[in-house]
């Protein structure tokens, strides 16, 4: 069964950092895209940042480049998501999801995590 569990979200003051965290297991972990999306109160889900776990190619939404950072561990089947100078627009449920292709199309991910709070206070 394929399972990604989020963690790392939480409440900090804007210009602050959060580091999240998605644990990946049920499938052969460097095969796949891992994506970060979020979605914030009355709006629809948007992609953040993915990254091939084969390759490390990555993807950056226009709204968290220069702020956000992905990385993987392959070794421990994780990927994760830095963010810095977090701005309380970026308040949102951050998911991790799993796809085939680098896309921040959210129908090229099949797989979902329940999702991580992140609040930014100004």
């Known amino acids: 069964e394929v399972q990604l569990v989020e963690s790392g979200g939480g409440l900090v003051q804007a210009g602050g950092s959060l580091r999240l965290s998605c644990a990946a297991s049920?499938?052969?972990?460097?095969?796949?895209?891992i994506g970060w999306f979020r979605q914030a109160p009355g709006k629809e889900r948007e992609g953040v940042s993915c990254?091939?776990?084969?390759?490390?190619?990555?993807y950056y939404g226009d709204s968290v480049k220069g702020r956000f950072t992905i990385s993987s561990d392959n070794a421990k089947n994780s990927i994760y998501l830095a963010m810095n100078s977090l701005r309380p627009e970026d308040t949102a449920v951050y998911y991790c999801?799993?796809?085939?292709?680098?896309?921040?199309?959210?129908?090229?991910?099949?797989?979902w995590g329940q999702g991580t709070q992140v609040t930014v206070s100004s």
């Open positions: 999801a799993r796809g085939v292709v680098l896309s921040s199309t959210l129908s090229a991910y099949r797989d």
């Open positions: 049920g499938f052969t972990f460097d095969d796949y895209v």
């Open positions: 990254i091939s776990t084969s390759d490390s190619s990555t």
